[in-house]
């Protein structure tokens, strides 16, 4: 629902059906709908079934959240390859700017402010890794 993947009005799957599709027992299937719209995230239409509830919008942390663990990985890749964080920075910021193509002159590709993949590391090195 955060995440966009469900919108507001979108129909919910039945407790039978979700229990099937999650392998779950229908009683855990039907606590799980039942606090999804306790919690305001679902809503029970007479005659329709259960639809996703119109939620106020996603906090910017909310957002956020959702690619933790790419940047946990991003960041673990980066120590592993003995990049510091400036650098990671710089290179974010110009992928950003040439990505969105922002008012601002995009940063030049310099060592400083570009990170090479990598896979890209493999490929010029032959697939060693020897930093």
């Given at each position: 629902?955060?995440?966009?993947?469900?919108?507001?009005?979108?129909?919910?799957?039945?407790?039978?059906?979700?229990?099937?599709?999650?392998?779950?027992?229908?009683?855990?299937?039907?606590?799980?709908?039942?606090?999804?719209?306790?919690?305001?995230?679902?809503?029970?239409?007479?005659?329709?079934?259960?639809?996703?509830a119109?939620?106020?919008?996603?906090?910017?942390?909310?957002?956020?959240?959702?690619?933790?663990?790419?940047?946990?990985?991003?960041?673990?890749?980066?120590?592993?390859?003995?990049?510091?964080?400036?650098?990671?920075?710089?290179?974010?910021?110009?992928h950003?700017?040439?990505?969105?193509?922002?008012?601002?002159?995009?940063?030049?590709?310099?060592?400083?402010?570009?990170?090479?993949?990598?896979?890209?590391?493999?490929?010029?090195?032959?697939?060693?890794n020897?930093?």
């Amino acid at each position: 629902m955060v995440s966009g993947q469900l919108r507001p009005g979108d129909p919910f799957p039945s407790v039978r059906s979700l229990s099937k599709e999650l392998k779950i027992n229908p009683n855990t299937a039907h606590k799980i709908v039942a606090y999804l719209v306790n919690e305001g995230l679902l809503e029970t239409r007479p005659g329709i079934g259960t639809v996703v509830a119109v939620l106020p919008d996603s906090s910017r942390k909310e957002r956020t959240q959702l690619l933790g663990h790419e940047i946990e990985e991003l960041v673990v890749e980066a120590k592993r390859l003995g990049i510091e964080k400036d650098e990671m920075l710089s290179s974010i910021t110009a992928h950003w700017q040439r990505l969105s193509g922002a008012d601002a002159p995009a940063l030049s590709p310099t060592p400083a402010n570009t990170v090479e993949s990598s896979s890209s590391r493999k490929s010029k090195d032959g697939g060693r890794n020897d930093q």
